[in-house]
């Protein structure tokens, strides 16, 4: 079956330090992957997308996500957190012939001072 | 610049009664789609539209219907609302297929007693 995983409901980290957020997915055909951000009380904004081609993809804000075929998975990094990335993360896969993504369950980030 | 506008940003609604969420967007999308979001459970699709004049159902589709007006508005119908509707709802719209990039509006919160 299709399904993502993000294995973390909730990640701390503290300002300034690094972060992964992972994402592994399931899917039968070629995959498109995407990372989408939730600030509280918003709608979900696209941070980055992989199509094909070169496995690290940079988006905005500073994060990149590298896709590891081998492992299934789509994980989301970032060299250093900022207090307002605090937001919920979302992974999501579709193929290239359908309309309904497949999103994982998310992941809130939270932010030490 | 709006992008993706829903109406009403909050509404609640006692057991049984109907209501319409509203959605436009102004970026002159082929596919729009309507999510809930419940904690825990990621995005659920509940009804797109891959062009205008044609829609199809997602993955809970039940006790809702939708309307595609023409290539920018999208509605979507509460016949007979449900506590189990309480949720936030979601509309987004995209250039094409899946493999598009999502564009979301900002949410209705909606609670139904």
């Known amino acids: 079956a299709q399904s993502v995983t993000q294995p973390d409901i909730h990640i701390t980290v503290s300002e300034g330090a690094s972060l992964e957020l992972r994402c592994n997915y399931s899917?039968?055909?070629?995959?498109?992957l995407f990372w989408y951000v939730q600030s509280p009380g918003q709608g979900l904004q696209l941070l980055l997308k992989?199509?094909?081609?070169d496995t690290l993809v940079q988006g905005i804000k500073g994060f990149e996500a590298e896709f590891k075929r081998s492992q299934s998975s789509f994980n989301l990094r970032k060299p250093s957190v900022h207090w307002s990335d605090a937001a919920e993360y979302f992974c999501?896969?579709?193929?290239?012939?359908?309309?309904?993504?497949?999103w994982g369950a998310g992941t809130k980030l939270i932010i030490k001072p | 610049n709006a992008g993706v506008t829903q109406t009403p940003k909050f509404q609640v609604l006692k057991t049984g009664q109907s209501m319409t969420l509203q959605c436009a967007q102004d970026?002159?999308?082929?596919?729009m789609y309507w999510y809930r979001q419940d904690p825990g459970m990621g995005l659920r699709l509940i009804y797109y539209?891959?062009?205008?004049?044609?829609?199809d159902k997602g993955e809970v589709p039940n006790g809702y219907n939708v309307s595609r007006l023409n290539k920018r508005e999208f509605s979507l119908r509460l016949e007979s609302a449900a506590p189990s509707q309480t949720s936030v709802y979601f509309c987004?719209?995209?250039?094409?297929?899946?493999?598009?990039?999502?564009?979301f509006g900002n949410g209705t919160r909606l609670t139904v007693t």
């Open positions: 987004a719209s995209s250039a094409d297929r899946g493999n598009s990039p999502l564009h």
């Open positions: 970026m002159n999308h082929n596919s």
């Open positions: 539209s891959a062009s205008e004049g044609t829609t």
């Open positions: 899917y039968g055909a070629t995959p498109y």
């Open positions: 992989y199509f094909s081609g």
């Open positions: 999501a896969v579709a193929g290239d012939s359908n309309y309904q993504l497949i």
